[in-house]
């Protein structure tokens, strides 16, 4: 019997569920689903052994980033683990559902990406509420209000904001810089967005 070997690109991000099985080079991809259905955690090594490739190619196709397809194939098998309850061969085959949800993560990281987007473009030009105002009145206003809002945050979220913004580093940069999970530096920045959008609101400042 020969180890379980992860794809190349996603094996850092490899679910922790225990220890990795064996390769079950006689079980049918019918009883990998009902293993996994039923909570076989052998089942979920062997899962991710062959169809993990198909998800993270789909993932890397969809993004054009191998750090963004590796944080999805995670994702996906994390989610798919936690809903299996929910999950139904009869209705079809497990890799199929597996991509069902692929889909979607791929979706929502699209559309994180264009709301970070739509949130940095305002907070770095951002449109004159009249008018009336000059548009240099209104750069400095929409400047002098970040510089506010960044006081407000609390460590390490100032910090990474700045980063991120003031020195144009990458999430992956940022994290390699504070020693710090990527994750938690995506969650410090999105965060940190969406309480500047509000201020942003109450402040009248166009978005």
Known sequence: MSVLTLPPAVRRTAPTFGTIGVVLTDVTDAQVAAGFRDGDEQALNEAYRRWSGLVHATALRATGNPEDAA???????????????????????LPGWLMTITRRRIADHWESRSRDARTRAAVEATEPVEEAVPPEVE?????????????????????????????????????????????????HIRRSLDRLRARMVVEDVAL
């Open 139 to 187: 750069r400095i206003a929409a400047q002098m209000l970040l510089a506010d809002e960044l006081d407000r945050l609390g460590e390490p979220a100032r910090r990474i904001v700045r980063m991120a913004f003031y020195e144009d580093l990458t999430h992956s940069q940022i994290a390699d810089r504070l020693q710090m999970p990527i994750g938690t530096v995506k969650s």
């Open 71 to 93: 944080d999805i194939t995670q994702t996906v098998f994390v989610n798919a683990w936690r809903g299996r309850g929910t999950y139904r061969p009869e209705a079809g085959s």
